[in-house]
């Protein structure tokens, strides 16, 4: 069974997220997906330096990256 969501998200994230999905081979929605398993995972949380446990590296804006 799945479940529907309405996500808002600002236009440079969403452009972020299309452009990870597409490097990666996938749909936005299969994307998303997967991100949101990996962040929900209960335990072993080795991709989450600094102690941060409520943003995954995967959404974390690097040092390259231009301000929001």
Do not use: Q
Not at 10 to 19: L, Q, R, S
Not at 33 to 62: C, F, I, K, M, W
């Amino acid at each position: 069974m799945t479940k529907h969501l309405n996500l808002r998200l600002p236009d440079d994230v969403h452009a972020a997220a299309v452009a990870a999905a597409a490097a990666d081979d996938r749909s936005l929605n299969s994307w998303i997906t997967t991100v949101v398993r990996r962040a929900a995972e209960p335990a072993g949380t080795p991709n989450r330096p600094g102690g941060d446990s409520t943003t995954s590296v995967l959404l974390r804006r690097g040092p390259d990256s231009p301000p929001a």
